[in-house]
């Protein structure tokens, strides 16, 4: 296992005061892991599946916005599940979908825990300090890339 504040928290979010948003509250929670934004699922993607990968012996976080143009979170949570390399990387759906089907989808992808994106502000930003609590506690396993 390692500990907490080596991870990387890889966050997938289109919408840029959202992602600052949970950057803030993040560390409003008192996490100090780096935080790595990507504006949609393919820069993702790219930057875990790209020929060279960046960090090999990293231990990654993905929180995945459902709704992006392009490459959908669900299509980037099954990418990263159906991968050897990436399977056990924890993925956090972080979404206003509130869709029964949605979540059940969502989970039988391989998804870890999914959030609804409170509408009202304050709920967004308590919701997302609780995350942040909750990742402080969570226990991970090691690097989640596997290259050779």
């Known amino acids: 296992m390692v500990e907490n504040k080596a991870v990387k ?69 099954e990418r990263i599940k159906k991968d050897e390399r990436t399977r056990r990387t924890p993925v956090i759906m972080l979404t206003t979908a509130e869709d029964e089907r949605e979540i059940e989808r969502c989970y039988n992808l391989g998804c870890n825990l999914y959030l609804t994106k409170p509408m009202d502000y304050d709920a967004f930003c308590e919701a997302v300090h609780k995350l942040g609590l909750f990742i402080q506690n969570a226990k991970f396993p090691g690097p989640s890339l596997l290259m050779a």
């Open 9 to 77: 928290i890889l966050l997938v979010e289109d919408e840029e005061a959202h992602a600052e948003l949970v950057k803030m509250n993040l560390g409003r929670s008192g996490m100090t892991n780096d935080i790595l934004h990507f504006n949609n699922g393919l820069k993702l993607v790219d930057y875990l599946f790209n020929n060279n990968p960046p960090h090999k012996d990293d231990t990654y976080l993905v929180i995945l916005d459902v709704n992006m143009p392009g490459l959908d979170g669900r299509q980037v949570l």
